[in-house]
């Protein structure tokens, strides 16, 4: 059982602590410049951190108790290639579902 | 105001941001269903989801504290998780960093995966976008996703029922990422970027607290800015 006083302690520090994270640069930096080496590294925040979320699902997935798992695997590659090419994200999407349930109905 | 045909930024936020419908409406619900089952009533499941917003960060504070691990832990554990908002935040202050304070908060509040990446995909496509337009649509980004989020989360708390697993909607959230950022690859330096990053959380996913994360993060978005100056270099000597 989870103690209620250690629930709400959580939930409210971690609601303060979650906000203060998305609000640290958007709130305290604002309109000031920023030095030019800092924005070229931030340029590249989502094309590392999302592939960086993402890899280790792909490579061993939860589901699969961490073990590799083709069908997730190809789904991914062909989400990702799509996309490259058709640069549409819908079709992407659409790709990579219609990848992943062809595999596990075939495979499983 | 170019065009009075043009849709409104806030709509195009919606638009853009609806496929994530199908995805937070599952996430949602299981989280109510475990919240429950590891024994929170409805007004405590649905705080942690109104207060916290934020997906994996509020699954791991509750499997901690189902395995009883100390609070401080509990909190850093789930902090950790979601430091990637600072650097999403960083990402997002030269685009919406000029509007009112109480917008700033507001998209705060609202900084999540799919907002952020929805957002700054389009920030980055029209760079001439004015900084009301980009936080209505910023806004509108996530107008189909947090309602979602808080109605579902009650469902599943209430109802307790799951999506069977072979429906295999573990894999939607991986699949609607690489989605979304296959066409912001634009140049060498954001494959480099990317590359980099995915080895290295790899090569880094035992670290704890999932850490590995922002040390990937941050190796890529070095390997991007330093691939950006070689070509620049380059480009220069031709």
């Known amino acids: 059982m989870i103690e209620t006083s250690t629930l709400w302690t959580v939930i409210i520090v971690l609601g303060i602590g979650s906000f203060g994270l998305r609000f640290v640069f958007t709130g305290l930096v604002g309109s000031?410049?920023?030095?030019?080496?800092?924005?070229?590294?931030?340029?590249?925040?989502?094309?590392?951190?999302l592939p960086a979320l993402v890899a280790p699902q792909v490579v061993w997935h939860v589901a699969t108790d961490g073990v590799f798992?083709?069908?997730?695997?190809?789904?991914?590659?062909?989400?990702?290639?799509?996309?490259?090419v058709t640069k549409n994200v819908l079709m992407a999407v659409l790709s990579g579902a219609l990848t992943l349930y062809g595999l596990l109905y075939l495979l499983g | 105001m170019t065009s009075t045909t043009r849709k409104s930024p806030y709509r195009?936020?919606?638009?853009?941001s609806s496929p994530f419908?199908?995805?937070?409406?599952?996430?949602?619900?299981?989280?109510?269903?475990?919240?429950?089952?590891?024994?929170?009533?409805?007004?405590?499941?649905?705080?942690?989801?109104?207060?916290?917003?934020?997906?994996?960060?509020?699954?791991?504070?509750?499997?901690?504290?189902?395995?009883?691990?100390?609070?401080?832990?509990?909190?850093?554990?789930?902090?950790?998780?979601?430091l990637?908002?600072?650097?999403?935040?960083?990402?997002?202050?030269?685009?919406?960093?000029?509007?009112?304070?109480?917008?700033?908060?507001?998209?705060?509040?609202?900084?999540?995966?799919?907002?952020?990446?929805?957002?700054?995909?389009?920030?980055?496509?029209?760079?001439?976008?004015?900084?009301?337009?980009?936080?209505?649509?910023?806004?509108?980004?996530?107008?189909p996703i947090v309602p979602l989020w808080y109605a579902f989360t009650f469902i599943g708390a209430v109802v307790g029922t799951r999506v069977p697993e072979s429906w295999a909607l573990d894999f939607a959230i991986p699949i609607a990422f690489l989605a979304m950022i296959a066409p912001m690859f634009r140049t060498a330096a954001h494959v480099a970027?990317?590359?980099v990053a995915v080895l290295v959380s790899l090569l880094t996913a035992g670290v704890p607290y999932s850490l590995g994360l922002i040390i990937a993060g941050l190796a890529g978005m070095i390997a991007g800015a330093q691939t950006e100056l070689w070509l620049e270099r380059r480009g220069a000597k031709v």
């Open chain 2, 21 to 82: 419908i199908l995805l937070i409406i599952p996430f949602a619900t299981l989280f109510g269903v475990i919240a429950t089952e590891a024994g929170l009533n409805v007004v405590e499941t649905m705080a942690f989801s109104i207060v916290v917003i934020a997906g994996a960060a509020q699954f791991t504070a509750l499997q901690l504290m189902q395995e009883n691990a100390p609070t401080a832990i509990v909190l850093i554990s789930a902090l950790a998780v979601n």
């Open chain 1, 69 to 84: 798992d083709i069908p997730r695997a190809t789904a991914a590659v062909v989400t990702l290639g799509v996309g490259l």
């Open chain 1, 32 to 49: 000031r410049a920023m030095p030019d080496w800092l924005l070229r590294h931030l340029r590249y925040t989502a094309v590392a951190i």
């Open chain 2, 12 to 16: 195009e936020g919606i638009i853009d």
């Open chain 2, 193 to 195: 970027a990317a590359l």
């Open chain 2, 84 to 143: 990637r908002m600072a650097m999403y935040s960083a990402s997002l202050t030269p685009y919406i960093g000029a509007a009112p304070l109480w917008q700033r908060a507001l998209c705060a509040y609202v900084t999540v995966d799919q907002s952020y990446v929805v957002g700054i995909s389009k920030f980055e496509r029209e760079p001439d976008m004015s900084v009301p337009a980009r936080v209505a649509y910023f806004l509108g980004a996530v107008t």
